[in-house]
């Protein structure tokens, strides 16, 4: 690419991060900087009700876990939506006998984000269930065009004072079968991405996920994190231009 386009993208960047310390500039949510925008927003929108109702399950054989996203039961009350072009819809249905999140994007990249902070010496795990319905034609996801997925949890990570300080691991599920264990975002050097599932295989049926967040951070970044600030989740098909469906059960945090 020449210069120009170099020299846009950093004027483009420059003018967020105007917008991220509290300048009413909500205009300057492109498309282009779909990643970066969601990460400052997702950090710097204060949701208190969210923090204080977080639920905690003690189980009887001394797991822990920090329920995220109770979906089955308290729905999308504790969710904002955060929409970079056009709207992902997201609804509470009812699938094989119990309420579930689903998502169905149309040409549409639209997130659901809750700010909420996240012990990981007690809860390092991060666990949920998902279903997709499909995925894209895109064989190349590390370059801007192939950054859509039928599904993803994003889990954020806030290393400094400011907004726009913030890294972040998006669990994928990958278009197409992939060597790497994971690679930068096209659009933001902060943020990876990490194939949790990949390709047709599995397509239509559900699949529960387990990761350590503390080991998967240290892997990539060779630092050890203690607490995350926010999770997030999306299904997106703007880049594509495509249709693309997917389902999601509870988010839970345990030991």
């Not at 109770?70 to 504790?78: E, I, R």
């Not at 050890?224 to 469906?245: C, E, L, P, Q, W």
């Amino acid at each position: 690419m020449d210069s120009s386009y170099y020299a846009v993208s950093t004027l483009k960047f420059g003018v967020f991060l105007v917008f991220a310390i509290g300048l009413n500039l909500s205009m300057i949510l492109l498309k282009h900087l779909k990643t970066s925008l969601f990460l400052t927003a997702l950090v710097a929108c204060v949701d208190i009700v969210a923090q204080n109702t977080l639920l905690h399950r003690e189980l009887i054989d001394g797991r822990r876990e920090k329920v995220v996203g109770d979906f089955s039961a308290s729905g999308l009350n504790l969710w904002r939506e955060k929409s970079f072009l056009g709207n992902t819809t997201y609804r509470i249905v009812k699938k094989d006998g119990e309420n579930v999140l689903f998502a169905e994007a149309r040409s549409s990249a639209s997130a659901l984000y809750r700010e909420i902070k996240i012990d990981l010496d007690k809860t390092p795990f991060l666990n949920w269930s998902w279903r997709v319905e499909n995925v894209y034609d895109i064989n190349n996801p590390e370059i801007e065009k192939g950054d859509d997925y039928p599904a993803r949890i994003y889990v954020v990570i806030k290393y400094g004072f400011f907004p726009w300080q913030t890294r972040a691991l998006n669990y994928i599920w990958c278009n197409k079968k992939t060597e790497k264990s994971f690679w930068p975002n096209p659009f933001s050097q902060k943020a990876v991405m990490i194939p949790v599932r990949c390709g047709v295989q599995g397509v239509g049926l559900w699949h529960s996920e387990r990761v350590n967040v503390v080991d998967d951070y240290y892997r990539i970044f060779g630092q050890r994190i203690d607490r995350i600030d926010g999770v997030a989740i999306m299904t997106d098909s703007d880049n594509s231009g495509g249709f693309g469906a997917a389902y999601y059960r509870d988010i839970v945090f345990s030991n």
